[in-house]
């Protein structure tokens, strides 16, 4: 099972000069999978929340390209929240691990690396199923975050 100590900030090498910055992103090189899917949010209002889900296979890098927002991971013994607001840092979220994002600003773009292509089976989007497949003690608790 993922832990949160699993997942890691990832810092993109940023080119300057007078022009402006290029990052250059390669899948196997600094983002540890083979990419396999790009898609990104933009457009979402000020201050919104996107529903959590986890992966059973599928790994992510997520980056705020523009404005910030938080993510928040949980491995169902704990929860750790994550704020993006550089275009150069993305956050490795391997499979299991629950994401929440959140708090975003406007006019924030969200792009997000996968490491597989889209497969609705892959998801896991109740919490609750999420905390049966990897803390089965706390899934019994009533009133779990």
Excluded at 22 to 37: A, T, V, Y
Excluded at 124 to 129: A, F, K, L, P, V
Aim: neutral net charge; contains cysteine.
């Amino acid at each position: 099972m993922a832990r949160l100590a699993d997942s890691k900030l990832i810092k993109i090498p940023v080119i300057r000069d007078s022009r402006g910055n290029l990052s250059s992103i390669e899948g196997n090189k600094n983002i540890p999978f083979d990419i396999q899917r790009v898609f990104y949010l933009y457009d979402i209002p000020g201050g919104s929340t996107r529903e959590g889900h986890a992966h059973r296979q599928l790994h992510q890098v997520v980056f705020a390209l523009a404005g910030s927002f938080d993510v928040v991971i949980d491995d169902g013994y704990g929860r750790q929240v994550i704020h993006l607001n550089r275009s150069f840092n993305g956050l490795y979220i391997p499979n299991l691990l629950w994401r929440e994002l959140n708090n975003f600003s406007s006019g924030s773009v969200c792009m997000v690396l996968a490491s597989e292509h889209y497969e609705a089976l892959d998801y896991i989007r109740s919490y609750d199923e999420y905390l049966s497949l990897v803390n089965p003690q706390k899934n019994m608790v009533p009133n779990h975050p």
